[in-house]
């Protein structure tokens, strides 16, 4: 079964850090473009950050730069999200998808929620 699955989301406090994963079962994880998104109530999903396949060259969501950090081990077949100095707009549940570069084909995971609040 093809499938991603998000893990590690929660209730935070303003200033506090989170460490998101995503891993993947039934595909080849090497193969695809991994990235995190998220969506806020009211608010329309959003890219925060992408890892290519080889794990470098990531970029992010400018609100996002200097305080999330994305990667990933293909040998665990995981992506990962850190988010350090969280506050409330961080608010969200925070999806990841894989993109093939081989078939374009999209996958994604059923999404974690993120809440920072005091």
């Known amino acids: 079964q093809v499938q991603l699955v998000e893990s590690g989301g929660g209730l935070v406090q303003p200033g506090g850090s989170l460490k998101l994963s995503c891993t993947g079962s039934?595909?080849?994880?090497?193969?695809?473009?991994m990235s995190w998104y998220r969506q806020a109530p009211g608010k329309e999903r959003e890219l925060v950050a992408i890892i290519p396949t080889s794990g470098t060259g990531m970029r992010y969501e400018d609100s996002v730069k200097g305080r999330f950090t994305i990667s990933r081990d293909n040998a665990k077949n995981t992506m990962f999200l850190q988010m350090n100095s969280l506050n409330v707009e961080d608010t969200a549940v925070y999806y990841c998808?894989?993109?093939?570069?081989?078939?374009?084909?999209?996958?994604w995971g059923q999404g974690t929620q993120v809440t920072v609040s005091s």
């Open positions: 039934g595909f080849t994880f090497s193969r695809y473009v």
């Open positions: 998808k894989g993109v093939s570069i081989v078939t374009n084909q999209a996958i």
